[in-house]
């Protein structure tokens, strides 16, 4: 399958900063990744789709101008949280449409504390 | 909307012991089923998949089941091990390339 990289793998940062997170396919052109995000002892949800060239196409309930997306390469997709506060502290992973067309591939997550 | 759940949030199994994991699904449009492995602070790790058309598929150490008429997903570990124990997750595919995660199962390995 597909090897997918994120970084950084933690981060803490200030109320009201913003913070950059990468997702990187490193063996494979990348179409399509996703965000999901993760809060403890909780299943993975679904933030955004995003697509190489195109601008993201987010879930039901996310902010689009809070969370944003670029997928500016088929190998790098990158989500800024903008104007971070505690509540958007949570474990954000990203993950790669397979070749196949329907499998996906999932980085190791970027732990985001908001103090 | 409709999701993926689980029937049991924890399981305690005896190493060396077969683990079966269960899931329900609810969306009868989804034609592609996951099972995925999360190790505390890591992404999820694809375990074994199943499409639709299929009702058993095989891995090393592993099988899943696909019930389609009472919508139920089973994940079986053989001989089961103490890097076994994580978090597992099935997930379905609602519509075209997406996932819906259902809510986990928290696998304990007693040696």
């Known amino acids: 399958g597909a090897v997918v990289s994120q970084h950084p793998s933690w981060v803490i940062c200030k109320s009201g900063t913003s913070v950059k997170i990468e997702c990187r396919s490193l063996d494979f052109q990348a179409t399509t990744m996703f965000w999901y995000r993760q809060f403890p002892k909780q299943s993975l949800m679904l933030m955004a789709t995003s697509n190489e060239g195109s601008k993201a196409t987010y879930e039901q309930g996310v902010e689009k101008d809070k969370f944003l997306i670029n997928h500016a390469s088929l190998t790098l997709s990158t989500l800024t949280v903008t104007s971070a506060h505690p509540e958007d502290s949570s474990f954000y992973i990203c993950?790669?449409?397979?070749?196949?067309?329907?499998?996906?591939?999932f980085g190791p997550g970027t732990r985001l504390t908001v103090t | 909307g409709e999701s993926v759940g689980l029937h049991l949030p924890t399981l305690s199994v005896q190493e060396g012991d077969n683990s079966i994991i269960n899931c329900a699904y609810s969306n009868s449009a989804s034609d592609y089923f996951i099972w995925y492995k999360q190790e505390s602070g890591k992404g999820p790790q694809f375990i074994i998949d199943?499409?639709?058309?299929?009702d058993k598929r095989q891995g090393q150490r592993v099988t899943v089941l696909l019930n389609k008429t009472v919508k139920h997903l089973s994940l079986q570990i053989a001989a089961t091990q103490p890097g076994d124990s994580a978090v597992y997750f099935c997930a379905e595919n609602p519509s075209k390339y997406k996932l819906s995660f259902g809510a986990g199962t928290t696998v304990t390995v007693r040696a």
């Open positions: 993950s790669v449409l397979g070749p196949q067309g329907y499998e996906q591939y």
């Open positions: 199943i499409r639709s058309n299929m």
